[in-house]
């Protein structure tokens, strides 16, 4: 199937700026619209933004204007721009992929493990 790995994730200052990068392999013609959630402890995963195979993209209303999702299909790399970082965005960063349903593809998504994103005040 369909394995994903965050990478990029790491310490940065209120205002600062992180580059995340999720690296798909497998089946990746399965996969449809991808996306970053993320976690915080204590507190439910939530959306941070998706970006369909066509490039259309969708933000969470408290990261807008501050993070950009990208894709890159022909290397199979998912990224996400996060600038002007708040305290509030620290959390555990997870890339997402919708797979879609076929006779080679099973139609279910797939996660990474994670990466840490710590802002400091």
């Known amino acids: 199937q369909v394995h994903l790995v965050e990478s990029g994730g790491g310490l940065v200052q209120a205002g600062g700026s992180l580059r995340l990068s999720c690296a798909a392999s497998?089946?990746?013609?399965?996969?449809?619209?991808m996306g970053w959630y993320r976690q915080a402890p204590g507190k439910e995963r939530e959306l941070v933004a998706t970006?369909?195979?066509?490039?259309?993209?969708n933000y969470a209303d408290s990261v807008k204007g501050r993070f950009t999702i990208s894709r890159d299909n022909a290397k199979n790399m998912l990224y996400l721009q996060m600038n002007s970082l708040k305290p509030e965005d620290t959390a555990v960063y997870y890339c997402?992929?919708?797979?879609?349903?076929?006779?080679?593809?099973?139609?279910?998504?797939?996660w990474g493990q994670g990466t840490q994103v710590t802002v400091s005040s």
């Open positions: 997402h992929a919708d797979s879609v349903t076929n006779f080679r593809c099973s139609g279910y998504s797939s």
């Open positions: 497998g089946v990746t013609i399965c996969i449809s619209t």
């Open positions: 970006i369909t195979s066509g490039g259309s993209t």
